[in-house]
């Protein structure tokens, strides 16, 4: 399954916003990938990997989970990848 989010995060992909997104993707029940356009897969669980797409504002995302539930996994976190982290409550 996947599904496309644009970064929603003003200061871009930064380290605190990549190890929130990571830690929660090391919970979930099944493996996500996450990629831009011109870029690779990169495993969701891993902060550097995340830190190496290069995510601006506005950058699009594309997920990839697949198994029984790919489709809650991915609106999860497509939600921590749509929102901006830095804003107090999100």
Do not use: C, K, N, Q
């Not at 990549?18 to 969701?44: H, Q």
Request: no cysteine.
């Amino acid at each position: 399954m996947i599904r496309t989010v644009l970064w929603g995060g003003r200061a871009g992909l930064h380290m605190r916003a990549a190890s929130r997104i990571a830690g929660a993707a090391a919970l979930l029940p099944v493996p996500v990938t996450v990629r831009t356009p011109d870029r690779p897969a990169v495993p969701a669980d891993s902060i550097l990997s995340l830190l190496s797409l290069g995510a601006l504002y506005g950058t699009e995302l594309i997920l990839e989970a697949y198994g029984e539930a790919a489709a809650e996994v991915l609106d999860r976190l497509a939600g921590l990848f749509a929102a901006d982290l830095d804003v107090a409550g999100a």
